[in-house]
């Protein structure tokens, strides 16, 4: 038999392979295979993904461009990550391609430019003489990013208000340092700044405080507002950089705590759209949410499986 003879077999042999394999989602819904889909449609799908790509890619030359004391560079490339980082959500959003895939793509991706490239940069420029403080505030860095990104992925409700994050999210932690960074521009002798500029931001990004959302603070429903913003940015950072980054960043942080305190009054003045709403409690994201009848028992799973986990209000040992 030929060699070109061969060829169909093999080809039809391969697809009777491809064809005993099935796609399958968490959630039921069906999966197409992106080879099925018309090319078109590809594209549109994948171009959210080529944002993330490139937000991973400056985070990766952030990491070695601190290793070689080009701090301001490091900094100018994670900054590069944190446009790339809003703009594939608002792409996604524009073409209609939100996908789990691409959830877990920018989870990842954000994991290297705000979880090990910040903890790098402030390992590589405030903290070398310091090797136990740096190493251990490296690595918390790098803990609370992950937590938050895992906690993020697993807490997603379509029913939570969109207009805040629980936590502050990573690219606001992030913007801590690298505004630091640019205000300081040189290498620092002591720990006290590079704990408060790298600790207090990735803590802050472990707890469950309210913070404003960037697609509440730029958006098409309020051009005006939003290009009012972009505007007002563009010239201070042009003007005076330094400054500016300092106010966004610092700024930004201080808005959950003035937040909280100003709720009252906004509540009063403004009516209860101007506040977060009250938060629901949730399942625990490290204990099962179902309940497993082989280790739980039967009378666990006739209970209601909404029921959040741990102690009940009525337990005495929950107060």
Known sequence: ?????????????????????????????????????????????????????????????????????????????????????????AVARAVGAITPFGLQFDSLADLVSFGIAPAVLVYTWALPSYPQWAWTGAMFWRACAAYRLARFNVTIDPMADKRYFIGLPSPGAAGVVIATVFAIDQPLQGPLLPIAAGVLPAALMATSYRFRSFRGLLSTKNPLQTFGLLALVLVGLVLA???????????????????????????????????APPRVRMPSVIMPVQPDPVIDGEAAVEADPDEPCGPSSADPSSK
């Open 241 to 275: 950089p330094r400054t500016t980054g300092i106010v966004i960043a610092y700024g930004y942080v201080l808005t959950s705590p003035l937040g909280g305190a100003t709720a009252p009054l906004r509540r009063r003045w403004f009516g209860p759209d101007a506040v």
């Open 1 to 89: 038999m030929s060699e070109d003879a061969g060829r169909p077999r093999a080809r039809r042999a391969r697809q009777r392979v491809v064809r005993g394999w099935r796609l399958v989602s968490q959630t039921g819904a069906r999966v197409v295979p992106l080879s099925r889909v018309n090319p078109r449609v590809r594209a549109k799908v994948m171009l959210p993904s080529l944002f993330t790509l490139g937000n991973m890619v400056c985070g990766f030359s952030a990491v070695l461009m601190a290793f070689q004391g080009r701090f301001g560079v490091a900094a100018v490339l994670i900054a590069a990550s944190i446009v790339l980082d809003i703009s594939d959500g």
